[in-house]
């Protein structure tokens, strides 16, 4: 059964020079041509996660690009898109050539690279886009990086840049100065307690409205990272509805886990936006029926696992997630829905489109084949750092037999196949 745009449907898929070329009834194959037997399991094209932090370069002790872009493909993703806060960041087009550089001939899935727009590197947003950038990250509160945001009114005039570039910017939205303020209030609580009173509601939702309103009024395009906050939701609804260009986006651990479900595992849950209500989680999945959410991301963030073996209050925030969407969203979502906010929807919003996220006719043959109910065992994790909650408490849906990029295998019956062949899609 194959998931294409218009249909779900049995067919034979055919793949010649990297780009699907035929989609036949079954048994339309030549007789000579090599084939991958999918009978019985369910056909998608590969997944786009546009949020990953690969840890490349300054960070490899967290994860290095083989182990992720293999844990990606083991997951059915065949297209992620990086983000720059690394060692050095990706502000500059020599930070972003020399991290070209480095996983050149190295993934095992297709690549592309956020540059970085904060206070310190505003007036490189023009080179990173002519340097290839997929397109831009801003972080608008303290997280596992210290990059402050532009003031307002430099923050307004990046993002006329950036629009005028075509440069679209992914942002995280907390209000700093909340943040540093709900701390200071937080006495009294501690782990994972201490960190959501720390990080409340009001501190994204503020920096959501703020964000989509800077944005209107330069004519930039958005995507608001992982959604987390019932009000943040609504805000994104809003900007939608009065005309701005914003995109938004959830993670499977705030669609599939609370802070409830999660406190006792202490920092090994610690994540920013935290974990929050049975209520913020329910705005989410209303936000995913009604298009406010837009597509799916990971949020892939490894750490060491001694790095996260210390209080809430010190660890940092983040967890491996890449391999784990398709599997735990798939019986949640089911094909159609799962294709697109994690292939079409991140496909289209980052440039991808038509050439990812579908399966049809001239398109890049990447492709995932899933076996459509819960693995009779446990699939074997390569993140070098896969532990997370995710992982603890959320059972697999769904089970990935194969993944194709250009229509080689990459992932087959649990090990990955042949040399690493991922492309850099340099904007």
Same mark, same amino acid.
Request: with cysteine; glycine share 10%.
């Given at each position: 059964?194959? #998931?294409?745009?218009?249909?779900? %449907?049995?067919?034979?898929?055919?793949?010649?020079?990297?780009?699907?070329?035929?989609?036949?009834?079954?048994?339309?194959?030549?007789?000579?041509?090599?084939?991958?037997?999918?009978?019985? #399991?369910?056909?998608?094209?590969? $997944?786009?996660?546009?949020?990953?932090?690969?840890?490349?370069?300054?960070?490899?002790?967290?994860?290095?690009?083989?182990?992720?872009?293999?844990?990606?493909?083991?997951?059915?993703?065949?297209?992620?898109?990086?983000?720059?806060?690394?060692?050095?960041?990706?502000?500059?087009?020599?930070?972003?050539?020399?991290?070209?550089?480095?996983?050149?001939?190295?993934?095992? #899935?297709?690549?592309?690279?956020?540059?970085?727009?904060?206070?310190?590197?505003? =007036?490189?947003?023009?080179?990173?886009?002519?340097?290839?950038?997929?397109? $831009?990250?801003?972080?608008?509160? %303290?997280?596992?990086?210290?990059?402050?945001?532009?003031? =307002?009114?430099?923050?307004?005039?990046?993002?006329?840049?950036?629009?005028?570039?075509?440069?679209?910017?992914?942002?995280?939205?907390?209000?700093?100065?909340?943040?540093?303020?709900?701390?200071?209030?937080?006495?009294? $609580?501690?782990?994972?307690?201490?960190? $959501?009173?720390?990080?409340?509601?009001?501190?994204?939702?503020?920096?959501?409205?703020?964000? #989509?309103?800077?944005?209107?009024?330069?004519?930039?395009?958005?995507?608001?990272?992982?959604?987390?906050?019932?009000?943040?939701?609504?805000?994104?609804?809003?900007?939608?509805?009065?005309?701005?260009?914003?995109?938004?986006?959830?993670?499977?651990?705030?669609?599939?886990?609370?802070?409830?479900?999660?406190?006792?595992?202490?920092?090994?849950?610690?994540?920013?936006?935290?974990?929050?209500?049975?209520?913020?989680?329910?705005?989410?999945?209303?936000?995913?029926?009604?298009?406010?959410?837009?597509?799916?991301?990971?949020?892939?963030?490894?750490?060491?696992?001694?790095?996260?073996?210390?209080?809430?209050?010190?660890?940092?925030?983040?967890?491996?997630?890449?391999?784990l969407t398709l599997p735990m969203l798939y019986g949640r979502l089911g094909p159609r829905r799962l294709v697109g906010l994690c292939a079409e929807g991140p496909a289209r919003t980052w440039g991808l489109w038509p050439s990812k996220g579908r399966i049809a006719l001239g398109a890049d043959a990447d492709l995932v084949v899933v076996r459509p109910h819960p693995p009779a065992q446990p699939a074997a994790q390569w993140s070098r750092h896969p532990d997370g909650p995710i992982l603890r408490l959320c059972p697999p849906t769904a089970e990935v037999v194969a993944t194709l990029v250009d229509g080689r295998p990459v992932w087959l019956h649990g090990a990955p196949r042949g040399s690493p062949a991922g492309r850099w899609l340099r904007r």
């Amino acid at each position: 059964m194959v #998931c294409t745009p218009d249909a779900l %449907e049995r067919m034979d898929v055919g793949v010649r020079d990297g780009r699907f070329a035929a989609l036949a009834p079954p048994g339309s194959a030549p007789a000579d041509a090599p084939t991958l037997d999918a009978g019985g #399991c369910i056909v998608l094209p590969g $997944l786009v996660d546009a949020h990953v932090h690969f840890r490349e370069p300054g960070l490899v002790h967290k994860e290095d690009w083989g182990s992720a872009s293999t844990a990606a493909v083991a997951g059915g993703v065949t297209t992620v898109l990086d983000m720059p806060n690394v060692l050095p960041p990706t502000a500059t087009p020599a930070a972003l050539e020399e991290k070209v550089a480095r996983v050149a001939g190295r993934s095992r #899935c297709h690549y592309g690279f956020y540059g970085l727009l904060a206070a310190a590197n505003a =007036d490189q947003i023009e080179a990173l886009a002519a340097a290839g950038a997929a397109g $831009l990250k801003l972080f608008l509160g %303290e997280t596992t990086a210290s990059l402050p945001a532009p003031a =307002d009114g430099a923050l307004l005039e990046a993002l006329r840049v950036a629009g005028a570039c075509g440069l679209r910017t992914m942002v995280h939205a907390e209000n700093g100065d909340l943040l540093a303020a709900a701390a200071r209030r937080a006495t009294g $609580l501690d782990g994972l307690d201490a960190h $959501l009173a720390a990080r409340p509601a009001l501190a994204e939702v503020e920096a959501v409205t703020r964000i #989509c309103l800077l944005a209107s009024a330069a004519g930039a395009p958005l995507a608001i990272a992982h959604l987390a906050a019932a009000g943040a939701v609504r805000a994104v609804r809003r900007a939608k509805v009065d005309g701005v260009d914003v995109r938004g986006e959830a993670c499977p651990h705030h669609l599939l886990l609370t802070h409830a479900q999660a406190a006792h595992l202490g920092s090994l849950a610690k994540v920013n936006p935290p974990l929050r209500t049975e209520a913020d989680q329910a705005a989410l999945w209303v936000g995913i029926a009604d298009g406010t959410i837009d597509e799916i991301g990971s949020d892939h963030a490894p750490h060491a696992t001694s790095e996260k073996a210390v209080a809430v209050a010190v660890a940092p925030a983040g967890f491996a997630g890449v391999q784990l969407t398709l599997p735990m969203l798939y019986g949640r979502l089911g094909p159609r829905r799962l294709v697109g906010l994690c292939a079409e929807g991140p496909a289209r919003t980052w440039g991808l489109w038509p050439s990812k996220g579908r399966i049809a006719l001239g398109a890049d043959a990447d492709l995932v084949v899933v076996r459509p109910h819960p693995p009779a065992q446990p699939a074997a994790q390569w993140s070098r750092h896969p532990d997370g909650p995710i992982l603890r408490l959320c059972p697999p849906t769904a089970e990935v037999v194969a993944t194709l990029v250009d229509g080689r295998p990459v992932w087959l019956h649990g090990a990955p196949r042949g040399s690493p062949a991922g492309r850099w899609l340099r904007r």
